[in-house]
């Protein structure tokens, strides 16, 4: 059964970093992109990037560029987002979410960044 | 960068109803690449629809996309308790991979 498991939830200061990680199980965890969106309270889902875990490759979005990192352990089939200098509107819970296509289709077409499956979600609270 | 805008914001509907969700882009969506997602409460989110009208497996044929242009819609013939939730339109044929801003189908 295909499923990304998350860690628990954090609560961290403004100015930390907070580091979050997603464990794949089920399929072949270099096939595909790894995608983090997130969802701030009552808010709608925003896009953060992609880390091709069979190479290491990010793509983050311009929001997030210089404060976001994305990497993976691939002996673990785990991949982590790790966001620096927190704000209180940081404040959010961040999704993994696996893509649809896998990386030969998306090297080859351009197609990714369907989110085929997600895990449950990490709640992170930025508060002083 | 396409902009997607959905519409209404909320749709207020008793079970049984049609619902019938709209999502506009601001530009042409290469290759039909918009999916919808439904969203429960305290859940992540779950692919519904992919390449604009193609149900993700295991999702009811109640659920039913189309596009005509730059504007897509999701159709529920008939709201089953279970619908009532947020939907979100998302385009992956182009960077920023952005999601509409979603309509929540409440219980009238």
């Known amino acids: 059964q295909e499923q990304l498991v998350q860690s628990g939830a954090e609560v961290k200061k403004p100015g930390a970093s907070v580091k979050v990680s997603c464990k794949a199980s089920?399929?072949?965890?270099?096939?595909?992109?790894l995608h983090w969106v997130r969802q701030a309270p009552g808010q709608g889902l925003e896009y953060m990037g992609w880390i091709n875990p069979s190479s290491g490759y990010t793509d983050y979005a311009q929001l997030f560029q210089g404060r976001v990192t994305m990497t993976r352990d691939t002996s673990i089939s785990t991949a982590y987002l790790e966001l620096s200098r927190l704000r209180s509107d940081d404040t959010a819970v961040y999704f993994c979410a696996r893509d649809y296509f896998r990386v030969n289709t998306a090297m080859r077409t351009g197609l990714h960044s369907l989110f085929y499956f997600w895990g449950q979600g990490t709640m992170v609270t930025v508060s002083s | 960068e396409i902009v997607l805008t959905q519409s209404p914001g909320t749709l207020s509907l008793s079970p049984g109803e049609r619902a019938t969700l709209s999502c506009r882009a601001s530009?042409?969506?290469?290759?039909?690449?918009l999916a919808w997602y439904q969203q429960k409460p305290g859940q992540a989110p779950r692919l519904l629809i992919f390449?604009?009208?193609s149900r993700a497996t295991g999702i009811p044929d109640r659920f039913s996309g189309s596009e005509s242009g730059t504007d897509f819609t999701l159709t529920i013939s008939r709201l089953e308790p279970e619908d009532f939730a947020v939907y979100y339109c998302q385009q992956y044929s182009s960077s920023p991979r952005a999601f509409g801003q979603g309509t929540k189908v409440e219980i009238k």
């Open positions: 530009q042409s969506v290469s290759g039909r690449a």
């Open positions: 390449s604009a009208s």
């Open positions: 089920g399929y072949t965890f270099t096939d595909y992109y």
